[in-house]
């Protein structure tokens, strides 16, 4: 500042300006960063603190602080240098997917949020979320297709990896092992990845589907089991064309399989035997076939006069088959 009166020297007054408070932080570097969990992001949170007039301030202190996510942030208080800029040390992600943020406060101001993106690391592990050891009809869809969840090691979703799904073996392995609808499946956001539908074969038994995840060494098993269809033949099993003395029991009791549509054995169902000839009796007269749809009379003693006997066996639906046993 100069003061001056005419015909004398000037006089000059000096003063040195000061910055004022801090007033604001400016974001230079380290916003709206992506990296996968649990990596470190590539560029360290850069700072400018000026006050109201933009005037940079030297030696402010600044925190830095990790709110979301679970991250780290080292060097975590900095004083501003020359220039006004502050500088962070490396800031880690967290093991959770999504936002994570970082708070930074200076003295007197409100706090500063930045944030960034946790991607999902690589595949680490997938997991059967649905369509295991269920029972189906022979030849038909189970209930829920298989289902796989793929994770990261940290247990995050990872979305868009490739899911193939393949039957595999069979009951007695010279029939098919079903037949997977849809066989290739990307996960979604939720890191799901389903088949489109899983036909069992025509064989009854055990059968298994496996989900094949593409970077992952392990595969996940699903398990089903096809049980028979509903009765379609009947035929003899064993214990026809005997011959005994007659009034005695034959030495193998007279059996019939019941079979579906693909010659398998149909369980709990009824059979009626009943003696139409010869004067015979049977142990019991109505029996269930069992697992391998066979049903077996308990015993069949032949009539008291020597020739001919008939026993017949019938299911309600498939008619009736005949055994024949001579008496002597």
């Known amino acids: 500042l100069q003061a001056s009166v005419s015909n004398l020297p000037p006089v000059v007054f000096g003063a040195d300006a000061l910055p004022d408070a801090p007033d604001r932080v400016i974001v230079l570097l380290g916003g709206g960063q992506t990296a996968k969990v649990g990596n470190e992001l590539p560029l360290r949170p850069t700072l400018l603190v000026v006050d109201r007039f933009g005037n940079l301030l030297e030696g402010v202190p600044v925190t830095f602080e990790v709110k979301v996510g679970g991250g780290t942030i080292e060097g975590g208080s900095q004083l501003s240098g020359p220039g006004g800029v502050v500088v962070s040390g490396p800031w880690t992600l967290g093991p959770t997917a999504g936002i994570q943020t970082l708070e930074i406060q200076a003295p007197g ?26 029972t189906a009809t022979v030849g038909r869809e189970v209930e829920d297709p298989p289902t796989v969840r793929v994770e990261d090691a940290y247990g995050n979703p990872v979305p868009n990896v490739r899911v193939t799904f393949s039957p595999f073996g069979s009951p007695d392995m010279d029939g098919s092992p079903g037949v997977i609808g849809g066989p290739d499946s990307m996960t979604d ?79 709990q169902v009824p059979v009626e035997f009943v003696v139409v000839e010869g004067g015979g009796v049977v142990s019991a007269g109505r029996v269930n076939t069992g697992w391998d749809g066979i049903a077996t009379v308990e015993g069949w003693t032949l009539g008291p006069t020597p020739g001919v006997n008939l026993l017949t066996a019938s299911v309600e639906g498939l008619g009736t088959v005949t055994f024949r046993a001579t008496g002597l």
């Open 189 to 267: 956001e939720m890191g799901v990845a389903s088949a489109e539908s899983w036909s069992l074969g025509t064989r009854a038994g055990a059968y298994s589907a496996s989900a094949e995840v593409h970077g992952l060494a392990e595969t996940v098993t699903f398990f089903a089991t096809a049980v028979a269809d509903s009765p379609f033949s009947m035929a003899v099993a064993s214990g026809d064309n005997q011959t005994t003395q007659s009034g005695a029991a034959l030495a193998v009791p007279p059996s019939v399989r019941v079979e579906d549509q693909f010659g398998n054995g149909v369980s």
């Open 109 to 134: 101001l409100e706090p500063l949020t930045l944030t960034a993106i946790a991607e999902p690391g690589p595949p680490a592990q997938a997991l059967a979320q649905g369509g295991g050891l269920q």
